[in-house]
């Protein structure tokens, strides 16, 4: 066990000052680009007020395309009426800028619980031996994983895990790579369901996954207390979810051995930097198991639902079977990794008290999920596309350390890494009306020497969504269609592409000085070009959607936060819970 002080030895003054100033760097940052502030320009420097206008904040910023504030976080300084400095202090800035936020008294104190999370979080970042972005470069897959610092780019209370105690942070998140064996439980068929992909077969699938000795141990474990293993259904378990939630919650369920715990599995895991989703560290090439964990982070009580897990890997065979057959995807070399198997437990009594999108719906369910490493090719290497992102402390990044290690052009790497990444979002989008959450953390990477040779879309079920309200699609794949609105729709690519991902991107290879914002824009420009050329019969699509209007609307992702922490976006209509503020220019219409 952890001593007691120990497990809090990462808050040191030091390291709670950094981790605070990197804080209201992004803050200002993120809030100035979704125009919840209006920072001023006065003498050299920007000012933002408090809302009583008693604090003001200075600091420098360069401002680049979409908006993005790339600010000085030394720059940064506080001062009272009196002009005199206050200490930056992320908490109070949150509480001074409360109007302007849109943070109600409800809201309030419960992100201030998930800001100084993150913060904590970051001071274990900041404790932790520093390692350059280059030296990363050269790791392992795993080792870039839990090596990434940020979380996503644009929230700002982005590392929440609402839930969590020290010790459960130590044992579980990502980024202190602690290795995790998972809790096994026997469900009852009565409540439980299994699906799978095409040719998977539930025996087999755990004999493979589990070994002889550990379901023979699991099988016996059930045979000792008079039960027919026959009869359950093997559902692994995060052990937060099981300390936490179903000894209590679902305390009915295990004293009426509809549930039974069979103990923890023999492999060992990683967590992910999606937090529930674990990568076998015992056997690699054995699937990622994704779990619920009924911990708010990002705006989202992240459960599983078990409803959500019957057409699963329906769904994943339907978009490979898809990307098999379409000769513009199979060219940039896209495949997914598909969620091959799935397990949910339906709790009877939460469900008749509740609606189908309630949390309580969501304690019990999980999903394998294959690994990428069983398909790497003669010198390849992975990384989560998050690390392109990664800033070290030395302000180094690590798409720059990739491109060194290259040796290409920065124009040259740039295209082959939109090839591989961008060139599928945009066929899948014209062909197809089909789109995904493309984010950094849902997209694995494939290099050689540094250099991006394919992607690899992941988190496909629960995110994938086809637009054409008469796309011919097989019954048990119906759920990914949505209505969307027709000039709603390129949002997809605008906001999570390029204002998601590539705004932060191309200001970083801006900022080393190792590529300029009009070469950046211009490549991504002329793939989209190349793109479209490619494809002539589409060019209906191209003109109806058009990727180089001069402007599109700037759709803001903490707003929804600040407005609802604990669920942002009623999942029934996604699209009408978009907080859309003006608009932004698009930076390949002048080109």
């Not at 099988?219 to 937060?240: F, N, Q």
């Not at 992102?389 to 890494?417: C, K, M, N, Q």
């Not at 009306?433 to 849902?442: C, I, S, T």
């Not at 070009?529 to 001069?550: G, I, N, T, W």
Request: with cysteine; aromatic share 10%.
């Amino acid at each position: 066990m952890t001593h007691l002080a120990d497990a809090v030895s990462h808050l040191s003054p030091e390291h709670w000052e950094r981790a605070n100033r990197l804080l209201v760097r992004k803050a200002l940052a993120e809030f100035a680009h979704e125009r919840l502030i209006t920072p001023e320009h006065e003498d050299g420097h920007w000012t933002v007020r408090s809302d009583d206008g008693l604090t003001r904040y200075r600091f420098t910023a360069t401002r680049r395309a979409l908006d993005h504030w790339q600010v000085d976080a030394e720059s940064i300084t506080r001062h009272g009426q009196d002009g005199s400095e206050l200490p930056l202090a992320a908490l109070d800035f949150f509480i001074e800028l409360k109007t302007s936020l849109g943070l109600s008294d409800a809201i309030l104190p419960v992100y201030l619980e998930e800001i100084s999370s993150t913060l904590s979080g970051a001071c274990y970042k900041l404790a932790k031996p520093q390692v350059t972005a280059a030296e990363l470069a050269a790791s392992g897959f795993q080792a870039i994983e839990t090596g990434m610092t940020e979380g996503h780019p644009c929230f700002v209370a982005n590392n929440g895990r609402l839930g969590f105690g020290i010790h459960e942070y130590l044992s579980y998140a990502p980024e202190t790579a602690s290795p995790v064996r998972l809790v096994w439980l026997a469900a009852h068929r009565s409540r439980a369901a299994f699906t799978a992909g095409a040719g998977i077969e539930y025996e087999a699938f755990f004999r493979e996954e589990l070994g002889e000795t550990t379901l023979a141990r699991f099988h016996g474990t059930l045979r000792e207390k008079g039960l027919d293993p026959a009869d359950y259904l093997l559902i692994p378990v995060h052990p937060w979810q099981w300390w936490n939630k179903l000894t209590v919650t679902f305390a009915a369920e295990v004293a009426r051995r509809h549930l039974v715990c069979l103990g923890e599995g023999d492999d060992e895991y990683l967590a992910q930097q999606s937090i529930r989703t674990f990568f076998n560290t015992t056997s690699p090439e054995k699937h990622y198991v994704k779990t619920a964990l009924s911990v708010v982070n990002m705006g989202f009580m992240r459960g599983l639902s078990a409803a959500y897990m019957e057409a699963t890997p329906a769904i994943n065979d339907w978009l490979a079977q898809l990307i098999e057959n379409d000769p513009v995807l199979k060219d940039t070399g896209l495949t997914i990794i598909r969620e091959r198997a799935a397990v949910g437990y339906r709790h009877l009594e939460y469900e008749r008290a509740t609606d189908r999108y309630s949390p309580y719906r969501k304690m019990l369910a999980a999903l394998w999920r294959e690994s990428p490493v069983a398909s790497l090719k003669d010198g390849e290497t992975l990384a989560t596309m998050a690390s392109l992102l990664h800033v070290d402390h030395e302000g180094a990044s690590f798409a720059g350390a990739l491109i060194e290690r290259s040796g290409l052009t920065p124009v040259e790497w740039l295209r082959r890494y939109l090839r591989a990444y961008y060139t599928p979002l945009l066929h899948s989008f014209y062909a197809y009306d089909l789109v995904y959450m493309p984010h950094g953390e849902n997209v694995i990477l494939a290099l050689k020497d540094g250099a991006v040779e394919r992607a690899i879309y992941k988190d496909i079920a629960e995110e994938i969504v086809v637009m054409d309200p008469d796309a011919v699609l097989p019954p048990e794949v119906q759920r990914i269609r949505a209505e969307v609105p027709d000039d709603m729709k390129l949002l997809s690519v605008f906001t999570d592409v390029f204002d998601c991902f590539f705004r932060f991107l191309s200001a970083n290879l801006a900022d080393e000085g190792i590529l300029t914002e009009d070469d950046f824009w211009r490549t991504v420009a002329e793939v989209t070009r190349e793109y479209q050329q490619s494809v002539p019969e589409l060019a209906d699509k191209f003109a109806r959607y058009d990727m180089f209007a001069p402007t599109f609307a700037l759709s803001c992702l903490n707003r929804l936060q600040l407005r609802n922490n604990q669920q942002m976006v009623d999942l029934a209509d996604p699209s009408a819970a978009l907080q859309l503020v003006g608009d932004l220019h698009n930076p390949i219409a002048g080109f």
